[in-house]
């Protein structure tokens, strides 16, 4: 009989008790000589092998490069986000040549109009010359006590210049802006901090702690009552588990405590903006109103900043000022056109018979003259005030 079961080797076949022996492995192909040594299971089949033509160490110049390039990278993002937070409200145009236009503007509009009251001071002197000594005198104590008025008010505005820290607004629509930007939404972070950090410092040292300093905001028309509210907001904004982010915390600090600021602005300008537009409606020549312009242009800046409790920087306290001289120039230049006006109505009036000298329309073209200019006076202080608010402000 053939080979028992015990002994049988085909596949497939149940081989119990017998140890099965595995099948000799092939023999290693032949390396030619040169070839690199293949791993096991790898092929001469794969890709090209991956490695680099200088694999050497990084050097310390290398790593200085390295750090260079990202200190580079993060001076770009920070001026990218210093150019979206922060912006001079007191331009429209960008670039370095802001501040010498504004300046070159201050100082053409203060030679206008210093040349402009030169003239009419020594027009008034001479006329002066011819009058009695009485009139003489009266004449003279009322162009220094212009002069007084005028240098009191510069001197003011100066003081709380210096005094005064300056006004860095900040542009809340930059925040988010930046915030949409996935690069720089870290740095987004740092700076809403920072900025709420800043916020916090003013809110700090506006000064309406004191009995003393709410009597000096009263006087700049802050009322008790507002102050009371914005002392209340106040307390509320620096306290850190009212609000759930910054961005409701800015919300609030607009809302609760510069809309109030806003408010006694608003009132200030309308204050000084009807006194500027009846005493040049009243005054008798061109000198005084442009001084009477001076002084109250310089004294609403003045509240304003007292308001506020900040200051301008350079380029808009320049733009300020060159706004306040040429209004000034524009008030005693009115005085020529006031004279123009009235000479078109009596014209407009003569035909209505001989009496026209001991009528109302004499009266009426004398007053109709004078209102214009004054409304036009008014309105020029308005505007003024209104630009100054929007440089003041400390959130944009």
């Known amino acids: 009989m053939p080979n028992s079961v015990l002994d049988d080797d085909r596949i497939g076949l149940p081989t119990a008790g017998k140890a099965v022996t595995p099948p000799p492995s092939p023999a290693p192909a032949?390396?030619?000589?040169?070839?690199?040594?293949?791993?096991?299971?790898?092929?001469?089949?794969?890709?090209?092998?991956?490695?680099?033509?200088?694999?050497?160490?990084?050097?310390?110049?290398?790593?200085?490069?390295?750090?260079?390039?990202?200190?580079?990278?993060?001076?770009?993002?920070?001026?990218?986000?210093?150019?979206?937070?922060?912006?001079?409200?007191?331009?429209?145009?960008?670039?370095?040549?802001?501040?010498?236009?504004?300046?070159?503007?201050?100082?053409?509009?203060?030679?206008?109009?210093?040349?402009?009251?030169?003239?009419?001071?020594?027009?008034?002197?001479?006329?002066?010359?011819?009058?009695?000594?009485?009139?003489?005198?009266?004449?003279?104590?009322?162009?220094?006590?212009?002069?007084?008025?005028?240098?009191y008010a510069m001197v003011r505005l100066l003081v709380l210049y210096v005094r005064l820290q300056r006004n860095r607004q900040l542009r809340l629509a930059g925040l988010e802006e930046l915030n949409k930007r996935t690069r720089l939404r870290w740095l987004a972070h740092a700076k809403t901090a920072e900025a709420k950090l800043r916020v916090e410092e003013y809110l700090k040292g506006y000064p309406i702690q004191t009995e003393k300093e709410r009597k000096k905001l009263?006087?700049?028309?802050?009322?008790?009552?507002?102050?009371?509210?914005?002392a209340k907001v106040r307390e509320e904004l620096l306290d850190p588990a009212?609000?759930?982010?910054?961005?409701?915390?800015?919300?609030?600090?607009?809302?609760?405590?510069?809309?109030?600021?806003?408010?006694?602005?608003?009132?200030?300008?309308?204050?000084?903006?009807?006194?500027?537009?009846?005493?040049?409606?009243?005054?008798?020549?061109?000198?005084?109103?442009?001084?009477?312009?001076?002084?109250f242009g310089f004294t609403l800046l003045s509240d304003l900043c007292q308001v506020y409790n900040l200051r301008t920087g350079h380029t808009g306290t320049a733009v300020l000022l060159g706004r306040v001289f040429f209004n000034s120039y524009l008030a005693g230049q009115l005085n020529e056109w006031e004279k123009l006006t009235e000479e078109q109505l009596n014209q407009l009036m003569a035909p209505h018979g001989p009496l026209y000298e001991l009528t109302a329309a004499r009266v009426f073209s004398k007053v109709g003259a004078k209102a214009a200019s004054g409304m036009l006076n008014y309105f020029l202080l308005m505007r003024l005030g209104r630009f100054a608010c929007r440089l003041l402000r400390p959130v944009g």
């Not at 009263?218 to 914005?230: N, S």
């Open 30 to 151: 032949p390396v030619a000589e040169g070839e690199p040594l293949l791993r096991e299971g790898e092929t001469d089949l794969g890709r090209p092998p991956q490695v680099p033509a200088d694999s050497r160490p990084l050097s310390d110049a290398d790593l200085r490069q390295l750090r260079e390039a990202d200190e580079q990278q993060t001076l770009r993002d920070l001026a990218e986000a210093e150019e979206l937070l922060v912006s001079d409200p007191s331009v429209r145009w960008v670039g370095w040549f802001a501040h010498p236009l504004a300046a070159a503007l201050l100082v053409g509009t203060a030679g206008l109009l210093g040349l402009f009251l030169y003239s009419q001071i020594l027009g008034i002197l001479a006329n002066l010359a011819a009058q009695p000594a009485w009139a003489q005198y009266a004449g003279y104590a009322g162009v220094g006590l212009c002069a007084a008025a005028v240098l």
């Open 218 to 230: 009263v006087a700049v028309g802050v009322t008790p009552e507002l102050a009371v509210q914005l």
């Open 242 to 295: 009212k609000f759930s982010g910054s961005g409701e915390w800015f919300e609030r600090f607009r809302t609760g405590f510069q809309a109030k600021l806003d408010e006694a602005a608003a009132s200030r300008i309308n204050y000084w903006a009807k006194r500027t537009g009846l005493v040049t409606a009243l005054a008798p020549n061109a000198m005084v109103d442009s001084a009477a312009s001076l002084y």
